[in-house]
């Protein structure tokens, strides 16, 4: 027989469970015929299951409401019903109140990356169970179905997994809770079975290490979360015409931008975080004559930069001149 609670869920969770059924009633998962509220359940069950309180599983049960049932005036009604705690947390796990079409994807995503950043702790248990049932949906689908799965949503993979690296990046920050942790191995997962967005490792291509004939660069680089996601993906090359091979060591913090035809490390450059940024603490350039033949340090430190930006970050600038 189950155990007894020492403190039993109360009649606000039993009205909060009917809220969300009457709300979702009609709803269907992305490209699917499973009931929204399959999802509603799955992530309330993963708060409950990771020690979150009643006022986490009620926001969790309500946590898609407003954005999806009816924008501020539902935010109103699940104030006015279930309290402040609950209102905040289910607003902050909304990106949108608008009824309608909405803004573009990444610009929601970008400024709902940013509240992240600040919002009350409260918020990122349920924003982690959000994220690992949605994950865990993705992971069985792109198994049973495979990738064609990807076109059920308003942005391509590599968005997506931006958005998810971003995401756990400040979960990993700000919550000490082991749901972080199955939330890093479920992304990975996906991300192994995903042809799209296939991320840069030491096997994957010819390399060699820097040489101890280097040289320190003076090089300024600093990168917001969403941009030090696309840092770290790095570059594969896939033709003779792409001349460069670029990966991240995630246990030195290190990025090696090697050659692609030869392997030799050219450029290294090391990370350190500050606040809610990366910085380059640290870069180094080859200086072996038999490897690498420039000697301009300055424009060395150019390059390294345009690579990354180019490369890594997908801008649009033109080769620095010497």
Not at 120 to 132: F, G, R, S
Request: glycine share 6%.
């Amino acid at each position: 027989m189950p155990h007894s609670l020492n403190q039993p869920l109360s009649t606000d969770f039993d009205d909060a469970l009917r809220l969300a059924s009457v709300l979702h009633r009609e709803q269907a998962r992305k490209g699917t015929q499973v009931p929204y509220i399959a999802h509603i359940l799955g992530v309330t069950a993963l708060v409950l299951e990771y020690g979150g309180t009643e006022t986490q599983a009620i926001a969790a049960l309500l946590h898609d409401a407003v954005e999806d049932c009816g924008g501020k005036p539902t935010l109103i009604q699940i104030e006015a019903q279930f309290g402040n705690d609950v209102a905040g947390i289910v607003e902050s796990c909304s990106d949108s109140f608008e009824v309608g079409p909405k803004l573009g994807w990444r610009e929601r995503k970008q400024a709902h990356l940013e509240h992240l950043r600040r919002c009350d702790e409260t918020v990122l248990l349920v924003t982690a169970a959000d994220k690992l049932h949605n994950l865990s949906a993705i992971e069985r689908d792109l198994r049973d179905k495979g990738p064609e799965i990807w076109k059920r949503f308003n942005a391509e993979p590599s968005d997506q997994f931006w958005y998810y690296d971003s995401v756990l990046e400040i979960l990993e920050s700000r919550l000490g809770n082991s749901i972080v942790q199955s939330l890093k191995d479920t992304l990975e997962r996906v991300r192994i079975t995903c042809p799209y967005a296939r991320v840069a490792r030491k096997q994957d291509h010819l390399n060699v290490p820097m040489p101890n004939a280097r040289r320190k660069l003076r090089l300024n680089g600093s990168f917001d979360a969403s941009e030090f996601a696309l840092v770290k993906k790095g570059f594969i090359p896939e033709s003779m015409d792409d001349r460069w091979f670029i990966f991240f060591d995630p246990d030195a913090s290190q990025l090696q931008i090697h050659r692609s035809w030869t392997g030799y490390c050219i450029y290294l450059l090391k990370f350190r975080r500050e606040g809610s940024r990366h910085e380059v603490s640290q870069a180094w350039v080859n200086r072996d004559p038999e490897q690498y033949t420039e000697d301009d340090p300055e424009h060395d430190a150019a390059v390294a930069i345009y690579l990354i930006d180019v490369l890594l970050l997908g801008k649009d600038r033109g080769f620095p001149s010497s």
